[in-house]
């Protein structure tokens, strides 16, 4: 049997492991371009995402399949607007699929527990109660005087979203 170049038969565990290194550094090198390819930066227009967003304020986003997501309540989403197609929201996600949520004295509970958003998100005189149904989620604008959103269009079908905010610049 001839030596194979360190002097170990072919096939062994050192041999293994050069083909696992070179296999994952290929595949490395083949997905970089995709994992790049999935941020996007956009400006923010109008005050609805105020005081956490600011309009002209540039963000970036990570744009992914929707089953690549992991997304959590209080995340802020990009997504294509329901009611108005081309353009796409900022928004923060405050309803998953079958949450029960109830707005009341200037609070929103999700499944019974307070969900903290920053202060002026919900409006003290809204009473609303809903259930998210599912393949779909509820999102809303950090001031919720000014925001278009769940609050008045409804439920987003997940097929709206886009990706999840990743940076806001300065």
């Given at each position: 049997m001839p030596d194979s170049p360190i002097?170990?038969?072919?096939?062994?565990?050192?041999?293994?492991?050069?083909?696992?290194?070179?296999?994952?550094?290929?595949?490395?090198?083949l997905s970089a371009p995709l994992l790049l390819a999935t941020y996007r930066v956009a400006p923010v227009q109008g005050a609805s995402m105020e005081p956490t967003l600011h309009d002209g304020q540039t963000v970036c986003y990570q744009a992914l399949p929707n089953s690549l997501l992991m997304l959590g309540r209080g995340d802020l989403v990009v997504f294509d607007s329901p009611m108005d197609p081309g353009h796409r929201y900022v928004k923060r996600l405050v309803g998953l699929?079958?949450?029960?949520?109830?707005?009341?004295?200037?609070?929103?509970?999700?499944?019974?527990l307070a969900l903290g958003l920053p202060e002026g998100a919900v409006d003290s005189a809204l009473v609303l109660s809903t259930r998210v149904p599912e393949g779909c989620f509820f999102a809303l604008g950090d001031h919720g005087a000014v925001s278009y959103d769940s609050r008045r269009f409804g439920a987003v079908p997940l097929d709206h979203l886009v990706g999840r905010l990743i940076y806001a610049l300065p």
């Open positions: 002097g170990r038969p072919p096939g062994t565990r050192l041999g293994l492991l050069n083909h696992a290194r070179r296999a994952g550094s290929l595949l490395l090198f699929p079958g949450d029960e949520l109830r707005f009341e004295y200037g609070l929103l509970r999700v499944n019974g």
